[in-house]
């Protein structure tokens, strides 16, 4: 299917609007969609943006459909360093006469991506985009992960229509089910009742209030290395940092954190998608929000440009092995370390009763911490997780 039906083209004048002084910034540097009549090859390329400048199916937040082009303008004026990767431009998703629409758009256009091995870096709009993009790997027949940087867990009230409110519950019933797991990073206690925290527990989730990931950002890092999509809500960023959205909150993520957790994603060989969603320019000043996430993507393009395959593979003899014998449990918990990035992964590969199904999540990544925990005779927490989910 030629994919140049469902976007629009950037336009020059936009480009030209950008203040692009020198050669290597990156509104300079990278191929652009720019000609309606000439739409380019995507052999060859790894990362492509894509604009979405939908909001209807926004929970309060109209205007962060004018989110693609402001995030944009940030974006292009930063440097390139990354002489070696390929990146595009391809524009905008064209907003359909319903939502539907644009959803139906927006999963074409990602399914193509996905079948040239391109990472699309998704900005603008709201965070229910997340659920036409969970669809495409129905037709991959594989189990995914999705890991969402946000203040709350968007699984809305019973019977609420599908918005980025509820997007989450969507997901969960939507059949047929091709999720594995959900993480959250950053939720917020105050936002989130008890019974949400009791149902994500239920579910096998794994999600972590913002307190506990702050005191330690390298918590985040195994958590974003276990995601298939990554999808931000610019509200789990404080007002202070990120004023651009309606809801905004004293407290939550700096722009630092962002861009760590951020550049952990970017290294992840596993992501294939990661969303920049909520952000609305009605309430940003001075273009701090915009310049918040076009720094976080720029951190994202630098953690994926020092990608490598550290991935487990069966019998592999890039990992260094660690068996566990803890008391009281039968077997013993296997640790891998990798020999040259030396992330740590949890093997699991002998629990599961489903092979195949489960083949892509046979390993949980981990830290060093985790193992040493267990020298300790304390089992980790997401060893039990994922042994439950597994059998």
Excluded at 79 to 102: A, P, R
Excluded at 113 to 133: E, M
């Amino acid at each position: 299917m030629e994919i140049n039906v469902f976007l629009n083209h950037i336009k020059k004048d936009f480009i030209e609007s950008c203040n692009l002084y020198h050669k290597n910034q990156i509104g300079n540097s990278i191929s652009i969609f720019n000609d309606e009549n000439n739409f380019p090859d995507l052999d060859g390329f790894q990362l492509a943006i894509i604009g979405v400048e939908e909001d209807r199916n926004s929970f309060n937040n109209d205007g962060c459909k004018d989110a693609p082009n402001v995030i944009r303008k940030s974006l292009y004026q930063l440097f390139n360093h990354w002489n070696k990767l390929k990146i595009i431009d391809l524009g905008n998703i064209k907003c359909g006469f319903d939502v539907e629409d644009t959803y139906f758009a927006l999963n074409k256009v990602f399914m193509t991506l996905l079948k040239y091995k391109i990472v699309p870096i998704i900005i603008g709009g709201s965070q229910d985009l997340t659920f036409p993009i969970y669809q495409v790997y129905e037709n991959t027949g594989k189990l995914v992960n999705i890991t969402s940087i946000d203040s709350r867990f968007d699984i809305g009230q019973d019977n609420e229509k599908l918005n980025s409110n509820s997007y989450l519950s969507y997901i969960i019933l939507h059949q047929p089910n091709f999720l594995f797991n959900y993480t959250n990073i950053g939720y917020q206690s105050y936002y989130v009742d008890n019974q949400s925290i009791e149902l994500m527990k239920q579910l096998l989730f794994d999600v972590h209030r913002i307190g506990n990931i702050k005191a330690n950002i390298e918590l985040a890092e195994p958590l974003l290395r276990n995601a298939d999509i990554i999808s931000i809500d610019t509200s789990a960023f404080c007002a202070s940092d990120a004023p651009g959205i309606k809801y905004n909150s004293p407290n939550g993520f700096s722009s630092e954190d962002g861009c760590r957790m951020t550049r952990y994603a970017g290294l992840n060989p596993k992501l294939t998608s990661i969303g920049f969603f909520e952000y609305n320019p009605n309430y940003d000043i001075n273009n701090i929000t915009a310049n918040t996430l076009s720094q976080m993507i720029w951190y994202f393009i630098e953690g994926f440009s020092k990608r490598i395959n550290d991935f487990p593979l069966y019998n592999s003899l890039d990992f260094k092995r660690y068996n566990v014998q803890m008391e009281g449990i039968n077997d013993e918990i296997v640790f891998l370390c990798h020999k040259i990035s030396g992330k740590w992964w949890i093997d699991m590969s002998f629990k599961s009763k489903n092979r195949e199904k489960y083949e892509r999540h046979h390993y949980i990544p981990c830290s060093k911490e985790d193992y040493e925990l267990c020298l300790k005779n304390e089992l980790p927490d997401k060893w039990w997780q994922f042994y439950q989910k597994l059998m």
